[in-house]
Nanobody, 131 residues
Framework: VQLVESGGGLVQAGGSLRLSCTFS????????IGWFRRAPGQDRDFVAA????????YYADSVKGRFTISRDNAKRTVFLQMNSLKPEDTAVYYC?????????????????????????WGQGTQVTVSS
């Protein structure tokens, strides 16, 4: 499995970006996907997650109402639409995958925030929000 993030960049506060996480190497619809971010000097923190079917989505309180996670299984891609960006959203954004064989949907509802639940990570994409 390989994940590649794209779509990061520099944007002013209040602006928008859409990140993409493109998946290859296995059956995409057998994987849940999570987005995490790491700001300078901090840990990699949970941002949003989506189950294999796209039916269930989860968000960190800090981004709820501003970010939207979605997936297109035909394109093997997960999107993170980020609106009303704030300087504190500045970070490297990573997507991670965990298979449904490891994380059944019920189990995943309790584990989606846990970094170690994800087996494969992309290289990250930088998002910088200027004030």
């Amino acid at each position: 499995v390989q994940l590649v993030e794209s779509g990061g960049g520099l944007v002013q506060a209040g602006g928008s970006l859409r990140l993409s996480c493109t998946f290859s190497g296995s059956t995409f619809s057998s994987y849940h996907i999570g987005w995490f971010r790491r700001a300078p000097g901090q840990d990699r923190d949970f941002v949003a997650a989506i189950t294999w079917s796209g039916v269930n989505t989860y968000y960190a309180d800090s981004v709820k109402g501003r970010f939207t996670i979605s997936r297109d299984n035909a394109k093997r891609t997960v999107f993170l639409q980020m609106n009303s960006l704030k300087p504190e959203d500045t970070a490297v954004y990573y997507c991670g995958s965990t298979s449904t064989s490891r994380s059944g949907s019920v189990y995943y509802t309790a584990r989606y925030r846990v970094r170690d639940q994800y087996d494969i990570w992309g290289q990250g994409t930088q998002v910088t929000v200027s004030s």
